[in-house]
């Protein structure tokens, strides 16, 4: 018999002790492990990182003034007092509604057409529905605003040109409620399509079939047996859209403001950039927006959680397809027409602005010039923008992804309170708008115990909290793909925690943390909702640069900045798909801007 | 190798959920011993506490002199310090590496100079015949393929204990067959002490030495395959392990040599029964499997020959099953074709005393 393994290897157990000197040594000893050691920090980082902004946001919203102690309704009072507030809370709730109704009446069609009929093209055009991110709601709606303003959107300018209608503005006005609403519905109906289209492909199309041997027609069955099948799934996507749409800034900033259409998010960043600013009132907007976004989570919770999705076994079922006949080619033309509506020609239109040396009142294709891009790269602020974005993308995504793949190791393989406390706790910032956690990290880090305000630090520490949920998804559903038995055998084969991490967990998990890693600096790269609140000068970024570029009217510089946003996300999503990792589900919750 | 004991192990989950309630046995020196019961009797629990995957709450386990779990003495050895092989349900082996990483994964950990490992890896994977997949990779394998580098990294480091978790659940029934036989023959030529958990008890009787049946987190019975058939412990055993046909009886005269008088708690069947040493305690149970009732035609009157009709008759290819009622009391008997009889007639059958096995009822059943 070969000798036994050395006891003095041995570690304490987890057993009852009484407190004394040695028991106490025994417990701290049993703490003292390695994963302790790692996934405490962790926890704390995360803790402070959420609970600080919050904390703040509530306080200030209850104070007579910033930095007056006290406490006063004062402030949500005359939410629902002052007319003018009152106004907006209406625009905002439209606006919200609004969105929903544009994203479920693209998003529908496409997501039926996609999974259940025999279209040409669907598994192509699948691929491209993630199309809308490439161009986010900043070059959205710089683009829409290229197209649709009412006396230089270029489609006004054709429909002019071509209906010989007389005057120098109209006859379409993206300016206001329903133009905002339409573009945002542009930008968010991927995630009705990718939810509907998901439950319609994963359905068990059996229960159809039982439906037609039970007698019932096509129009029933879809009425009575598929409809309320996919209902929940359509509802929880509506109710996603109009959660972000009530809290996003950039596109209201950038089609709303000018019109004089504001929005809850749009009165905060006023109020906040105000001289004095009046922060009391706009945490308290924020928290409206807040309170607005938890309820409508916890009802789509409640909607996806009763069971509804029975219907998705995971068994190989080969939804059943529904042959259009010559309505294909019809259902394929809506499809690329909503394809062209949300990236192709808002694309367009960017380049098209960008190659012109100033917006002219008329539609032309020449005296074109690359004039813009040169100034821009003979500007100092725009490389000292690129840089500042740079490292922000790169060193945020890097930081985040570190927390989140120990943190996710900690909700997907620990199965104790601080796992579940902690998942949860992490998700928090989801509910809260960008623009809102942006006034509350500006008041936050403006004071102790941590002053980063007046670096790239608060952008930093910003991104990194409104995004952790985003790398924790992305490390989490590649961790929970690696069976606990890959782990276990590395143990049993002789491996310590920290060896089996390093020659197990990580490389199998390293795709997934990849592709979260590359999401997360797209989207670092082109933030403006937090950066706009937290930048000081000097520590400018290329979304906030070109925000003041199409503030200050230079329309044809901002379209050329966006070019080069644009292009820059292609390489790195091509870069991507070339190292074949997969974006799909880390892109959700990347959602609000 | 060497031997391993458990010593009144329990292990009860946050949430108290008991899963092991009291188990104490000892596995000898190159025993392979299966752990066998349904889902949910604590088997895997047991297993994944000898592991060191899970730490018991109570007792102790040792490996030969050595305690590498004790809630007493607070010692408890990582899986990494305990020197086992395992071989899990998933298979759990690794896709970033190839046949032969995996296989050298165990060596590697223990920095074993590169030709050793070299010859060792390729020892263990002709042993499980795969030496030409060496270089694959484990998503390029079949599931039997993957079964044998899971087994090739159990044994390569010729540990002191071998650990399979239903190891064959997930293969199809032809190649459960050849691994099974493929297992056995390994452990028969390394001699490693193994312990074998399954929830098939063709699979624990074909393979293993002794039998371990498990109930409700508690050891319902210790044996070789052929006591575990022959004289169960109790009627949970009696039918978890083969089909039985169960007949609550009491004492209907004084013991004799072992031999007992009983009837039929309904029904007028009397009958000679055997009792394996004392008779059991409290409400009592006859146990007769079905491939040892006899048919006897031509010897009514006969000793321990009983009159019976045929209720059904369903015919299972190599064997003709019978449902019969013998005075009363519903019996399902076993034998060749014979392609004649139907139901509602008349067949006499032989109950010998040896075959009727008195047993004591356990709560619950199975």
């Known amino acids: 018999m070969r000798r036994a393994p050395a006891t003095d290897k041995a570690s304490v157990g987890s057993y009852p002790v009484t407190l004394s000197w040695t028991a106490l040594r025994a417990r701290i000893g049993r703490w003292l492990n390695w994963n302790n050691i790692i996934t405490l920090p ?75 009929t ?35 959107g270029l489609v006004n300018i054709l429909l002019r040109q071509w209906l010989g209608l007389e005057g120098n503005a109209g006859p379409i006005n993206v300016y206001g409620v329903w133009g905002v609403a339409f573009v945002m519905g542009l930008y968010y109906s991927p995630y ?63 089609l709303g403001v000018p019109g004089g259409m504001y929005v809850y998010s749009t009165t905060i960043h006023q109020q906040a950039k105000l001289w004095p600013p009046n922060l009391p009132l706009a945490t308290s907007l924020g928290m409206v927006l807040v309170v607005v976004a938890v309820a409508l989570t916890w009802l789509r919770n409640r909607l996806t959680a009763r069971g509804s999705f029975v219907t998705v076994t995971g068994r190989g079922f080969r939804p059943r397809v529904i042959r259009l006949g010559p309505f294909r080619w019809v259902a394929l033309a809506f499809c690329l027409l909503y394809m062209l509506l949300a990236a192709v020609l808002p694309i ?50 890097t930081l985040t992804m570190a927390l989140a793949v120990v943190a996710a190791f900690i909700t997907v393989r620990r199965k104790d309170a601080l796992a579940t406390g902690l998942g949860y706790f992490a998700m928090l910032p989801t509910a809260v708008p960008s623009v809102v956690l942006g006034v509350a990290l500006l008041i936050a880090y403006l004071r102790p115990p941590l002053v980063l305000y007046g670096g790239l630090g608060i952008l930093l520490v910003g991104y990194m909290t409104h995004f952790f949920p985003v790398g924790l998804n992305a490390a989490a559903s590649s961790l929970v793909q690696v069976h606990r038995e890959l782990e276990e055998s590395a143990r049993v084969f002789g491996a310590n925690f920290l060896v089996m991490l390093r020659r197990i967990t990580v490389p199998l998990i390293k795709p997934g943390v990849l592709a979260g890693w590359v999401t997360l600096v797209v989207i670092f790269m082109r933030e403006l909702a937090i950066s706009v609140f937290v930048y000081s000068p000097g520590n400018e970024v290329l979304a906030v640069q070109l925000y003041e570029l199409w503030n200050d009217g230079r329309v044809t510089r901002a379209s050329a900045l966006a070019v080069l946003v644009i292009v820059q996300t292609a390489v790195i999503l091509g870069l991507l798909r070339f190292f074949g990792a997969r974006t799909g589900s880390a892109w959700k919750g990347a959602g609000q801007g | 190798m060497s031997a391993v004991h458990l010593l009144q192990v329990g292990k009860t989950y946050e949430g108290s959920v008991e899963a092991v309630k009291d188990v104490t046995l000892t596995v000898n020196e190159g025993e392979f011993v299966a752990f066998l019961g349904p889902s949910g009797c604590g088997k895997t629990t047991t297993l994944r506490c000898i592991a060191g995957l899970e730490q018991p709450t109570r007792g102790e386990i040792a490996f030969g002199d050595t305690v590498v779990v004790s809630s007493e003495k607070k010692v408890f050895v990582p899986p990494e310090g305990r020197d086992i092989g395992m071989v899990f349900q998933s298979y759990a082996v690794w896709p970033h590496m190839t046949v032969f990483e995996n296989v050298a994964f165990p060596l590697r950990i223990k920095k074993a100079p590169k030709a050793e490992i070299e010859e060792r890896v390729l020892k263990a994977l002709r042993l499980t015949k795969i030496e030409a997949l060496a270089d694959r990779y ?23 204990v071998l650990l399979f978790d239903e190891p064959l659940s997930n293969l199809d029934a032809k190649l459960r067959d050849e691994m099974r036989y493929e297992i056995s023959r390994l452990q028969q030529e390394l001699g490693i002490t193994t312990i074998y958990v399954t929830h098939d008890q063709s699979e624990a009787m074909v393979m293993a030495d002794r039998v371990v049946v498990m109930k409700d987190g508690r050891v319902a019975q210790i044996g070789t395959p052929e006591e575990i058939y022959a004289r169960p412990a109790d009627t949970f055993v009696a039918s978890f392990v083969g089909d039985a046909n169960l007949i609550p009886v009491r004492p209907a005269g004084p013991a004799q040599g072992g031999r007992v008088p009983v009837e039929a708690r309904t029904g007028g069947l009397r009958l000679l029964a055997s009792a394996w040493g004392p008779l059991p305690q409290g409400e009592m149970v006859c146990l007769i499997r079905p491939e040892n009732i006899q048919l006897a035609p031509g010897q009514e009157g006969a000793e321990h020959v009983y009159p019976a009709t045929v209720v059904r008759r369903t015919y299972l290819g190599s064997q003709v099953e019978y449902e019969l009622d013998v005075s009363g009391v519903k019996l399902v008997m076993r034998t060749h074709p014979d392609g004649r009889t139907q139901p509602g007639d008349k067949l006499p059958v032989r109950l010998e005393p040896e075959h009727c096995v008195l047993l004591s009822e356990s709560g619950g059943g199975a």
Do not use: H
């Open chain 1, 192 to 254: 009705v399509i990718n939810f509907v289209a998901g439950a319609l492909s994963s359905m068990d199309s059996t229960m159809e079939e039982a439906a037609f041997a039970a007698g019932a027609s096509g129009w029933t069955t879809a009425r009575k047996i598929t409809l309320p099948l996919v209902l929940p799934a359509i509802a929880s996507s509506a109710l996603l859209a109009f959660v972000f749409s009530a809290g996003q800034f950039t596109i209201p900033a950038l």
């Open chain 2, 138 to 160: 484990p998503t390029q394998l079949s599931g039997g393929q993957q079964q044998r580098v899971a087994v090739s990294r159990a044994i390569v480091g010729n540990p002191r």
């Open chain 1, 348 to 397: 367009l239109s960017l380049v098209y602005g960008s190659l012109l040396s100033f917006w002219r009142p008329t539609f032309s294709l020449s005296d074109f010039t690359l004039a813009n891009y040169f100034a821009l790269f003979e500007t100092p602020m725009t490389w000292n923008a690129m840089k500042n974005s740079l490292i922000l993308s790169v060193g945020g995504a």
């Open chain 1, 42 to 116: 962790v926890i704390l980082a995360v803790a402070f990182m959420v609970t600080l902004p919050t904390v703040w946001l509530i306080i200030i919203s209850f104070r007579p003034s910033t930095n007056v102690a006290g406490f006063t309704l004062r402030w949500y009072e005359r939410l629902f007092s002052d007319p003018v507030l009152l106004q907006r809370g209406l625009n905002t709730l439209l606006l919200a509604a609004g969105t929903m109704f544009f994203c479920l009446l693209i998003g529908l069609p496409v997501a039926w057409c996609l999974a259940r």
């Open chain 1, 118 to 152: 025999d279209m040409p093209f669907a598994r192509q055009l699948n691929a491209m529905a993630i199309l809308p991110f490439v161009t986010p709601p900043l070059l959205g709606a710089l683009a829409w605003s290229n197209l649709l303003a009412p006396r230089t």
